[in-house]
């Protein structure tokens, strides 16, 4: 499975940005799709995830009410609104084989990874 993650950008405080993640090869061997963040100095932390089958969806805490996770056949969208400076980050899709709601949060269960999209949010 490879991802392709697009769409971050330079954008105000309250503003918006929509990420994009498209995967091709055996996508159909993936069974979540989840997007990661991480900023400088800081651990690479989980956002939101969308599982294939439901869909089930998943998001952290920190961003709960203001992101959208969804998903159109091959492609997972992140509509990020009200976006506050803290949501500075390189933005990373990821996917995974098997679906365990306990490590849905965890980086290391997922198996695949795109390389990341420079999302900057100024005050």
């Known amino acids: 499975v490879q991802l392709q993650a697009s769409g971050g950008g330079l954008v105000q405080a309250g503003g918006s940005l929509r990420l994009s993640c498209a995967a091709s090869?055996?996508?159909?061997?993936?069974?979540?799709t989840g997007w990661f963040r991480q900023a400088p100095g800081k651990e690479r932390e989980f956002v939101a995830a969308i599982t294939w089958n439901g869909p089930a969806i998943y998001y952290a805490d920190s961003v709960k009410g203001r992101f959208t996770i969804s998903r159109d056949n091959a492609t997972v969208y992140l509509q990020m609104n009200s976006l506050k400076p803290e949501d500075t980050a390189v933005y990373y899709c990821?996917?995974?084989?098997?679906?365990?709601?306990?490590?849905?949060?965890?980086?290391?269960?997922?198996?695949?990874w795109g390389r990341g999209t420079l999302v900057t949010v100024s005050s």
């Open positions: 090869g055996r996508t159909f061997s993936s069974s979540a």
């Open positions: 990821a996917a995974r084989n098997t679906f365990h709601r306990a490590t849905m949060q965890r980086a290391s269960a997922y198996n695949y």
